[in-house]
């Protein structure tokens, strides 16, 4: 069974900066898109920012600007680079990898962003 793994979260003060990282306990045959989503307390599950395996990328109004989403296909690994944080971006966030017509997710990394 094929897990995903984040890391890179933690407690981080108003303006910095945070790296998350995701990657595949193995290899994985095939990964389409990998996103990255957030969800603060009390609300929905919301898509971050997703890349594509040719690298097309796509974000949230509310990040676009600060986050730079990449990926390494070679290692099954994706990134999301965060500037500029705001405790509006405090949440659990979760990586994403689509796989033909399967979904693979993390158990999610907490990031927070203190005043």
């Known amino acids: 069974q094929v897990q995903l793994v984040e890391s890179g979260g933690g407690l981080v003060q108003a303006g910095g900066s945070l790296r998350l990282s995701c990657a595949a306990s193995?290899?994985?045959?095939?990964?389409?898109?990998m996103g990255w989503y957030r969800q603060a307390p009390g609300k929905q599950r919301e898509l971050v920012a997703a890349?594509?395996?040719?690298?097309?990328?796509n974000y949230a109004d509310s990040v676009k600007g600060r986050f730079t989403i990449s990926r390494d296909n070679a290692k099954n690994t994706a990134y999301l680079q965060m500037n500029s944080l705001t405790p509006e971006d405090t949440a659990v966030y979760y990586c994403?990898?689509?796989?033909?017509?399967?979904?693979?997710w993390g158990k999610g990394t907490l990031v927070t962003v203190s005043s």
């Open positions: 994403n990898f689509k796989v033909l017509s399967m979904d693979y």
């Open positions: 193995k290899s994985i045959f095939g990964i389409n898109d």
């Open positions: 890349i594509t395996r040719g690298g097309s990328t």
